[in-house]
């Protein structure tokens, strides 16, 4: 079974400095492996998605990268703001094309503070 | 404006009496999805569906069942709920390709007592 895990659980940054969140799992046959923010109280909102195929993804500040042999992701979110407090969720979704892909685990997300 | 629709928000019932969550999305998405998320135990699938008939199992489907019947509606049905299952619960969905980022509901919060 795919295990996913978000190192560290929280994360207090000052304004201005750069934002590394990582994401593991432990089987490497994925689909695509996504990356969503949540504020408190609400839905998940999609970040980015890396396909299998991929090596990175980038929107404006944040910039995802996979790599699958080692089973890793990070996000990057360059030049943090207050507005990107919130906590980070990885999600991977399995890649047997028999149509397990459906089958998505959730990492248990980091919480992110950016102080003024 | 494109969305996934769930109702209640908020619901509390009693132990036993059953409960239906809908879940609406106007995107002609072909999957869906539910999950409920916990305090330390992050988000969990419960169920998922890739087309109109076609369900299967999440990780936690225990106590839950769902139906298909068309495109657009994927709702959550708890025979007998009980407290374990309060929990914050989301429904999801997305075209299902490699490509296609997940569009997530803005929760519903339920409370068995």
């Known amino acids: 079974k795919q295990e996913v895990t978000q190192i560290p659980a929280a994360l207090s940054v000052p304004e201005g400095e750069n934002l590394v969140l990582n994401c593991s799992f432990t089987?490497?046959?994925?689909?695509?492996l996504q990356w969503f923010r949540q504020d408190p109280g609400k839905g998940l909102t999609s970040l980015l998605l890396?396909?299998?195929?991929?090596r990175e993804q980038t929107s404006g500040r944040l910039n995802a990268s996979l790599d699958k042999s080692s089973g890793r992701s990070t996000l990057y979110i360059a030049a943090s703001q207050p507005g990107d407090s919130a906590t980070y969720l990885c999600?991977?979704?399995?890649?047997?094309?028999?149509?397990?892909?459906?089958?998505?685990?959730f990492g248990a997300g980091t919480q992110v503070v950016v102080t003024p | 404006e494109a969305q996934v629709t769930q109702n209640p928000r908020y619901l509390i019932t009693v132990t036993g009496k059953k409960l239906t969550v809908t879940c609406s999305q106007n995107?002609?998405?072909?999957?869906m999805s539910w999950y409920r998320q916990d305090p330390g135990l992050g988000l969990r699938q419960i169920y998922y569906?890739?087309?109109?008939?076609?369900?299967d199992k999440g990780d936690v489907p225990e106590g839950y069942k769902v139906s298909r019947k068309e495109k657009r509606n994927f709702p959550l049905i708890l025979e007998s709920p009980s407290p374990n299952q309060t929990s914050l619960y989301f429904c999801?969905?997305?075209?299902?390709?490699?490509?296609?980022?997940?569009?997530f509901g803005n929760g519903t919060r339920l409370t068995v007592t």
């Open positions: 999801a969905s997305s075209f299902g390709s490699a490509g296609s980022p997940l569009h």
């Open positions: 089987d490497s046959a994925i689909y695509n």
């Open positions: 890396i396909q299998s195929s991929q």
């Open positions: 999600a991977v979704s399995g890649g047997d094309l028999n149509g397990s892909w459906g089958k998505l685990q």
């Open positions: 995107m002609n998405h072909e999957y």
């Open positions: 569906s890739m087309n109109v008939e076609v369900t």
